[in-house]
């Protein structure tokens, strides 16, 4: 009985041995293993060139791996360094996507779906975004210095963001203050909340076809009504 537990004692031993043995020459060393990083490499950006962002974290003369940051932009998400080897880091990047445009009092801002500004537009560059519905409305009290708007006004914004895609692509303009959606033709819709089904939808799309330029119309109780022409 003795001889049986010495023999399985030591076993244990030895394959404690072993793996205290692998700790020590592979694992040991790259806690204290630093090297110096000369050059990165940039991947998953889309938005963000690789030129602006090695400018952005590189240093002139290199610099060791554990010193190596990426200074905070809008547009990264999150990122992941890691040491690729010959002075090489590779940087993996997860960008936010631009999903509308705010209009705001102090100008018009390319904004994620988590209400963040990316980036300023300068006004008469607004035609190089079409295809971004621009989202008026966002008053300066609406976002903090950051550039980050109220959560309460992302949560509205987001209703408009999750329609089908063939209702949210002939949505050209969003009134926030006002619930109106603003479509092709100066067609504008105005709607007691920005919660819409699929069936309201799809009259949405057959008012769009068949309303003159210019018309407006009020959602009420489920009955879409036109006004008057405006003045």
Do not use: C, H
């Not at 990083?37 to 991947?43: A, E, G, I, K, T």
């Not at 990264?76 to 993996?92: C, F, H, V």
């Not at 631009?98 to 607004?126: C, H, M, N, R, V």
């Amino acid at each position: 009985m003795n001889e049986q537990f010495r023999a399985r004692a030591s076993l244990v031993l030895l394959i404690f041995g072993f793996v205290i043995l692998i700790y020590v020459v592979r694992i040991l060393p790259s806690l204290f293993y630093d090297p110096v990083v000369y050059n990165l490499d940039v991947s998953g950006n889309t938005f963000l060139t690789t030129q602006y962002v090695k400018n952005l974290v590189m240093p002139i003369g290199g610099v060791k791996l554990s010193n190596l940051t990426v200074p905070y932009d809008p547009f990264i998400r999150s990122y992941a360094l890691k040491y690729i080897g010959n002075g090489t880091a590779e940087l993996i990047l997860k960008e936010r996507n631009p999903q509308f445009i705010s209009s705001t009092s102090l100008g018009y801002f390319l904004t994620s779906s988590e209400g963040i500004f990316l980036a300023e537009i300068p006004k008469d560059d607004l035609y190089k975004f079409t295809g971004l519905m621009i989202v008026f409305g966002i008053d300066s009290f609406n976002f903090n210095k950051n550039g980050i708007i109220n959560p309460v006004l992302v949560s509205e914004i987001d209703k408009i963001l999750s329609y089908p895609v063939w209702l949210k692509n002939q949505i050209l303009e969003t009134d926030i203050k006002t619930n109106t959606l603003y479509f092709a033709k100066g067609i504008s819709i105005r709607f007691q909340n920005l919660s819409i089904d699929q069936n309201e939808g799809k009259v949405i799309l057959s008012m769009i076809g068949s309303s003159s330029i210019g018309s407006r119309y009020i959602l009420i109780d489920n009955n879409f009504i036109k006004l008057p022409p405006a003045f």
